[in-house]
T-cell receptor
Framework: AQSVTQLDSHVSVSEGTPVLLRCNYS??????LFWYVQHPNKGLQLLLK??????LVKGINGFEAEFKKSETSFHLTKPSAHMSDAAEYFC?????????FGKGTTLSVSS | KAGVTQTPRYLIKTRGQQVTLSCSPI?????VSWYQQTPGQGLQFLFE???????NKGNFPGRFSGRQFSNSRSEMNVSTLELGDSALYLC??????????????FGPGTRLTVL
C-alpha cells in the first residue's frame, strides 16, 4: 500500500533563507508524487508533481523537489523563502484514482 | 474558467441529523473526489466518482455516501451525524480520463460542525 511520511510537523525559517520540507514515501510500484500547499482559509493548490519523466521537478513559486528512489524521498526545497510562503504543505502519493496525503508540515517565515 | 465550487461553505448540525454537501466541478471535468480534513486524522480520501459511477472508495463507514449526476456535479451525504464528523470536506475535480494521475483541482471546502 502507498503511504507518505512528512518528517517535520513544523518548520520555521527566516525570509531569504532556504526552505527544506522532508517527505519519505512507500510504494509497491513506481509512484506518482505531489506537493500541495494550503494557505489559511484557501483551497489546496498543486505545487508540483512527479510522474517519472524527470527526477528533479520544478513547480510554481520557485519550489522544486527531487525524487530519490534509493532513499524513497521526495523533499521539497526553495532557495529563498518569502513571507507569502507561510502555509501548510502536504506531500501526496497517488493510489489509483485517490490521493494519499501526509500529515502536513506547517511552514513559518519570519522577517 | 470557473474553479471548483462547493456549497454551502459552512454548516452547523446536531448529532443524529443528516447532511448533504454539493460540489460543482470545473467545466469539462468528469471525475469528482471527496476528502475529509480534520486536525487529528489529516486529509483522508472518501470516494471518487467518474461518469456517475463510484470508481474508488476510502475507508469510511456506510453513513458516508455520494453520488454524481449526468452533468458531473456531485453530492455527498452523511447520515446519523456524530461529533467526530466535524471537519472540512473538500471536493476535487479532474479530467479523470487517460492516466490515473490527472491533476486534481480542489474547491474551498465545506466546514461542517456537529453539535
Amino acid at each position: 500500500a502507498q503511504s507518505v511520511t512528512q518528517l517535520d510537523s513544523h518548520v520555521s525559517v527566516s525570509e531569504g533563507t532556504p526552505v527544506l520540507l522532508r517527505c519519505n514515501y512507500s510504494s509497491s510500484y513506481s509512484p506518482s508524487l505531489f506537493w500541495y500547499v494550503q494557505h489559511p482559509n484557501k483551497g489546496l493548490q498543486l505545487l508540483l508533481k512527479y510522474t517519472s519523466a524527470a527526477t528533479l521537478v520544478k513547480g510554481i513559486n520557485g519550489f522544486e523537489a527531487e525524487f530519490k528512489k534509493s532513499e524513497t524521498s521526495f523533499h521539497l526545497t526553495k532557495p529563498s523563502a518569502h513571507m507569502s510562503d507561510a502555509a501548510e504543505y502536504f506531500c501526496v502519493v497517488g493510489a489509483g484514482t485517490a490521493l494519499i496525503f501526509g500529515k502536513g508540515t506547517t511552514l513559518s517565515v519570519s522577517s | 474558467k470557473a474553479g471548483v465550487t462547493q456549497t454551502p461553505r459552512y454548516l452547523i448540525k446536531t448529532r443524529g441529523q443528516q447532511v448533504t454537501l454539493s460540489c460543482s466541478p470545473i467545466s469539462g471535468h468528469r471525475s469528482v473526489s471527496w476528502y475529509q480534513q480534520t486536525p487529528g486524522q489529516g486529509l483522508q480520501f472518501l470516494f471518487e466518482y467518474f461518469s456517475e459511477t463510484q470508481r474508488n472508495k476510502g475507508n469510511f463507514p456506510g453513513r458516508f455516501s455520494g453520488r454524481q449526476f449526468s452533468n458531473s456535479r456531485s453530492e455527498m451525504n452523511v447520515s446519523t451525524l456524530e461529533l467526530g464528523d466535524s471537519a472540512l470536506y473538500l471536493c476535487a475535480s479532474s479530467l479523470g480520463s487517460g492516466g490515473l494521475y490527472n491533476e486534481q483541482f480542489f474547491g474551498p471546502g465545506t466546514r461542517l460542525t456537529v453539535l
